[in-house]
């Protein structure tokens, strides 16, 4: 069965610091890993996905991530948050296994303070 | 373009009552996916739709649970005989389906469902 943990429940910030939410994942087979952001009272929208190639993904709004298969994980990070930044964040994974049946981390509330 | 839109936005309804959630995915979509979100908690996957192939219901948590997909159009999740703990965020998504198999989905606004 594949699984997605998300060890932080909130991650607490200062503008212009940089930011991380970590994501590992367990899966047999060749992973998909996406993050997710939601933003209060709105849907949940795409920042960026892993597939193959270069480990290092970069995505929307100056996020990036990179993909460690030794260590089945996923982060996220941006070098430098903004206030804008604070939002909960999901991160997910899929198989070609079990296409179609997304895994969802808990998620990540990131609070950014000016 | 438009995006993947769901009604109602919010649904109250009695314990006991059967309910009618509608999601209506981007055009040319071919994937569909629904799922719960409990408050203060992740997603949680129930069914997917591709194309005209069976659906993956393996999410569905009881037989109270049901999906529809007309073609590759919109999409009714059904939940008869509501309980308490169906109180939860019903999220769709969409996407296309790439030879890859991976695919970006595109999230609706989710309808609050609130059982008394």
């Known amino acids: 069965a594949q699984s997605v943990a998300q060890p932080e429940d909130q991650v607490n910030v200062a503008e212009g610091n940089p930011l991380t939410v970590k994501c590992t994942y367990s899966?047999?087979?060749?992973?998909?890993l996406f993050w997710y952001v939601q933003y209060p009272n709105r849907g949940l929208q795409f920042l960026l996905k892993?597939?193959?190639?270069?480990?290092l993904v970069k995505g929307s709004y100056g996020f990036e991530a990179e993909f460690n298969k030794s260590q089945t994980s996923f982060h996220l990070k941006k070098p430098s948050a903004l206030v804008s930044d604070s939002a909960l964040y999901f991160c997910?994974?899929?198989?070609?296994?079990?296409?179609?049946?997304?895994?969802f981390g808990a998620g990540t509330q990131v609070v950014v303070t000016p | 373009g438009a995006g993947v839109s769901q009604s109602p936005s919010n649904k109250v309804t009695e314990k006991g009552k059967d309910v009618e959630l509608r999601c209506d995915p981007i055009s040319g979509h071919t994937a569909l996916y629904w799922y719960r979100q409990r408050l203060g908690q992740g997603l949680e996957f129930l069914i997917y739709?591709?194309?005209?192939?069976?659906?993956?219901k393996s999410g569905l948590p009881s037989d109270r649970f049901s999906a529809e997909r007309t073609g590759e159009s919109v999409s009714t999740l059904t939940i008869q005989r509501t309980q308490q703990e169906d109180s939860a965020v019903y999220l769709c998504?969409?996407?296309?389906?790439?030879?890859?198999?991976?695919?970006?989905?595109?999230f609706g606004p989710g309808t609050r469902l609130t059982v008394l």
């Open positions: 899966v047999s087979g060749n992973p998909y």
């Open positions: 892993y597939i193959t190639g270069d480990n």
């Open positions: 997910a994974v899929v198989t070609t296994d079990s296409w179609g049946k997304f895994q």
């Open positions: 998504a969409s996407s296309t389906r790439t030879s890859a198999g991976t695919d970006t989905q595109y």
């Open positions: 739709f591709q194309g005209n192939s069976a659906p993956d």
